[in-house]
């Protein structure tokens, strides 16, 4: 079964940093666009960023460009999302998702990791 | 304010059928596909409906999904209280969701 394990989601402060990880499993991980999609609390869902399978080719939602950067390490079969300038509306779990291209979907999420921006 | 729109909630009664209804646009649902996912409280998405009209393997034929035009619609027959979740559609193309809807199963 496909797993998708996210860390590294804390409290941290306005204006902060943070970098959260996407362990992926029982997969061809390399194979895959993946994406990163936040939840924020009794809120709907919002896609966030994704990339191709080699990293090369990368997409954001204009309320994060230049502040989050999205990357991969396929030897260690990982996904990553380095977070600066953070802000209060960046409060959120956010998913680790794995992308269906034929099937134009999202077939896989992880279970989340809690990002806090406050003060 | 979420780019789809879905009604805020639905409740039918055990057994009974429900209908979630998601409406869009050309740019979003009425050229792509619409995916549909399920969220039990406190876990993650879940895949239920997708390209429409297709389950993934392990999905009951309870569930259902139908598009026309700018809007689609997810079915689901024999309510059972484990049914209980929020339901979200989407399109991956447009990278665009509803703002979801909660059933409750009275």
């Given at each position: 079964?496909?797993?998708?394990?996210?860390?590294?989601?804390?409290?941290?402060?306005?204006?902060?940093?943070?970098?959260?990880?996407?362990?992926?499993?029982?997969?061809?991980?390399s194979?895959?666009?993946?994406?990163?999609?936040?939840?924020?609390?009794?809120?709907?869902?919002?896609?966030?960023?994704?990339l191709?399978?080699?990293?090369?080719e990368?997409?954001?939602?204009?309320?994060?460009?230049?502040?989050?950067?999205?990357?991969?390490?396929?030897?260690?079969?990982?996904?990553?999302?380095?977070?600066?300038?953070l802000?209060?509306?960046?409060?959120?779990?956010?998913?680790?998702?794995?992308?269906?291209?034929?099937?134009?979907?999202?077939g896989?999420?992880?279970?989340?990791?809690?990002?806090t921006?406050?003060? | 304010?979420?780019?789809?729109?879905?009604p805020?909630?639905?409740?039918?009664?055990?057994?009974?059928?429900?209908?979630?209804?998601?409406?869009?646009?050309?740019?979003?649902?009425?050229?792509?596909?619409?995916?549909?996912?399920?969220?039990?409280?406190?876990?993650?998405?879940?895949?239920?409906?997708?390209?429409?009209?297709?389950?993934?393997?392990?999905?009951?034929?309870?569930?259902?999904?139908?598009?026309?035009?700018?809007?689609?619609?997810?079915?689901?027959t024999?309510?059972?209280?484990?049914?209980?979740?929020?339901?979200?559609?989407?399109?991956?193309?447009?990278?665009?969701?509803?703002?979801?809807?909660?059933?409750?199963?009275?």
């Amino acid at each position: 079964e496909v797993q998708l394990v996210e860390s590294g989601g804390a409290l941290v402060q306005p204006g902060g940093s943070l970098r959260l990880s996407c362990a992926a499993s029982e997969f061809t991980f390399s194979n895959y666009w993946m994406s990163w999609i936040r939840q924020a609390p009794g809120k709907g869902l919002e896609w966030v960023a994704n990339l191709d399978q080699d990293g090369s080719e990368k997409y954001y939602v204009d309320s994060v460009k230049g502040r989050f950067t999205i990357s991969r390490d396929n030897a260690k079969n990982s996904l990553y999302l380095q977070m600066n300038s953070l802000r209060g509306e960046d409060t959120a779990v956010y998913y680790c998702a794995r992308e269906e291209m034929i099937a134009a979907t999202i077939g896989y999420w992880g279970q989340g990791t809690l990002v806090t921006v406050s003060s | 304010q979420s780019v789809l729109t879905q009604p805020p909630s639905v409740s039918a009664a055990p057994g009974q059928k429900v209908t979630i209804s998601c409406s869009g646009s050309n740019s979003n649902i009425g050229n792509n596909y619409v995916s549909w996912y399920q969220q039990l409280p406190g876990t993650a998405p879940k895949l239920l409906i997708y390209q429409n009209n297709k389950r993934p393997s392990g999905i009951p034929d309870r569930f259902s999904g139908s598009k026309s035009g700018t809007s689609a619609t997810l079915g689901i027959t024999g309510l059972q209280t484990g049914d209980e979740a929020d339901y979200y559609c989407g399109t991956w193309a447009g990278k665009v969701f509803g703002g979801g809807t909660k059933l409750t199963v009275l």
